[in-house]
């Protein structure tokens, strides 16, 4: 999704326990394996050091999801195959939280696999805040929903005035950036990403008006 100005930095956390983050260190070695690409190699792509990349997969580490997203890019794969645990048949409840009112923050509500992974986001913002979106593996879209606020988003240079109930889906393997104005925005984002070795389908930026 997205990284946000100095100051304005959504809390994005990773793995809170060490069994969390030695399974997600393991899954990081088996995708990189599979590639048969070096760790050296991986950390280049991902634009981290090797030390933390080896921390990492030794499950030594509580990496940010920014990281994780990196990797995952680096890897070609969506974010949620680093993440993914196993899921249940039952009902599935996610309780409400409160807006931090310091930052944006974003929540992964819920991931449903069929030929394509999906995540759903809620993604709150203050008012005149600016983030800059983090280009996720090839083929992934983008689709915001807009709750309440104002905003403006999309991809870099091609931004889309957006009010409640408007759905935008665009492109997230690019530069894209999310602006609000003088109200605070509240969003769902569902980001979908074709699994691996399944061809990515076309993508093209639409926009959908709010209907009475």
Same mark, same amino acid.
């Given at each position: 999704?997205a990284d946000?100005e @100095?100051?304005?930095?959504?809390r994005r956390?990773g793995p #809170? *326990?060490s +069994?969390?983050?030695t #399974?997600? $260190?393991?899954?990081?070695?088996?995708r990189?394996?599979?590639? $048969?690409?070096? +760790?050296? %190699?991986?950390a280049?792509?991902?634009?981290? &050091?090797?030390?933390?990349?080896?921390g990492? %997969?030794?499950g030594s580490?509580n990496?940010t999801?920014?990281?994780?997203? @990196?990797?995952a890019v #680096?890897?070609?794969?969506?974010?949620?195959?680093?993440l993914a645990? /196993?899921?249940?048949?039952?009902?599935?409840l996610?309780p409400a939280?409160?807006p931090?009112?310091?930052?944006? !923050?974003?929540?992964?509500l819920?991931?449903? =696999? *069929?030929?394509? &992974?999906l995540e759903?986001?809620r993604?709150r913002?203050p008012a005149?805040?600016h983030?800059?979106g983090?280009?996720?593996?090839? $083929? !992934?879209?983008e689709?915001?929903?807009?709750? #309440?606020?104002?905003?403006s988003a999309g991809p870099?240079g +091609?931004l889309r005035?957006l009010?409640p109930g408007?759905?935008? +889906?665009?492109?997230?393997?690019?530069?894209? %950036?999310?602006?609000?104005? %003088?109200?605070?925005?509240?969003v769902?984002?569902?980001? !979908? @990403?074709?699994?691996?070795?399944?061809p990515a389908p076309?993508t093209?930026l !639409?926009?959908? /008006? =709010?209907?009475?």
């Amino acid at each position: 999704m997205a990284d946000g100005e @100095a100051g304005r930095r959504a809390r994005r956390t990773g793995p #809170a *326990s060490s +069994a969390a983050s030695t #399974a997600v $260190g393991a899954q990081i070695r088996r995708r990189r394996e599979q590639r $048969g690409m070096s +760790a050296a %190699e991986l950390a280049r792509r991902a634009g981290i &050091s090797k030390a933390t990349l080896s921390g990492l %997969e030794a499950g030594s580490g509580n990496p940010t999801i920014d990281t994780l997203d @990196a990797i995952a890019v #680096a890897l070609s794969i969506p974010l949620t195959d680093l993440l993914a645990r /196993p899921t249940s048949a039952g009902p599935v409840l996610v309780p409400a939280t409160p807006p931090n009112t310091d930052g944006p !923050t974003r929540e992964l509500l819920r991931r449903i =696999s *069929s030929g394509h &992974s999906l995540e759903l986001w809620r993604l709150r913002m203050p008012a005149r805040t600016h983030l800059h979106g983090v280009p996720h593996a090839p $083929g !992934t879209v983008e689709h915001l929903l807009v709750a #309440a606020g104002h905003l403006s988003a999309g991809p870099s240079g +091609a931004l889309r005035a957006l009010g409640p109930g408007d759905l935008l +889906a665009f492109a997230g393997d690019s530069a894209h %950036e999310y602006r609000t104005g %003088e109200v605070d925005v509240d969003v769902t984002v569902v980001i !979908t @990403a074709p699994v691996l070795d399944r061809p990515a389908p076309p993508t093209a930026l !639409t926009a959908h /008006p =709010s209907r009475p």
